[in-house]
């Protein structure tokens, strides 16, 4: 997957473990936890607009603690900087974003999920799964 990817690999020194490697992504997915120091340092790169399709997706920044929808609301009020940073700093350089409940990235790894069945308990409809990872290097 890496080798596909390489920029000019036949111009490459390339040693396992020790090697800086030139990539060419098709895409960048960034999550919000560590999108902030990427934009900050494609920013200082000095360039107008991405050169890739690149999204942001808030999701790692909302914690579990108490249930979705107030989970969901104390992270947009512990992360509203963080969140209006990223916000803008995509819409000026070209980069996609996802706000906070727009669902859950997975770069690696694509979970698949499968309903197996659902009940109803207290007029709340729950949901069990069933999930497979599916590894992106096979």
């Given at each position: 997957m890496l080798y596909g990817h390489l920029d000019e690999p036949q111009s490459q020194d390339i040693e396992r473990g020790t090697s800086y490697l030139r990539l060419r992504p098709d895409r960048v997915a960034m999550q919000d936890a560590t999108a902030q120091m990427a934009m900050l340092q494609?920013?200082?790169?000095?360039?107008?607009?991405?050169?890739?399709?690149?999204?942001?997706?808030?999701?790692?920044l909302i914690e579990a603690q108490i249930g979705g929808d107030k989970d969901l609301a104390r992270a947009k009020d512990i992360n509203k900087e963080v969140y209006n940073f990223l916000a803008s700093a995509g819409a000026k350089y070209g980069v996609g974003f996802w706000k906070p409940g727009s669902g859950i990235i997975h770069q690696v790894r694509i979970v698949k999920f499968r309903i197996l069945k659902y009940k109803l308990e207290k007029n709340v409809v729950k949901f069990v799964f069933k999930y497979q990872y599916l590894n992106c290097f096979q």
């Open positions: 494609f920013i200082s790169s000095g360039l107008p607009r991405v050169a890739v399709p690149s999204t942001i997706h808030c999701d790692h």
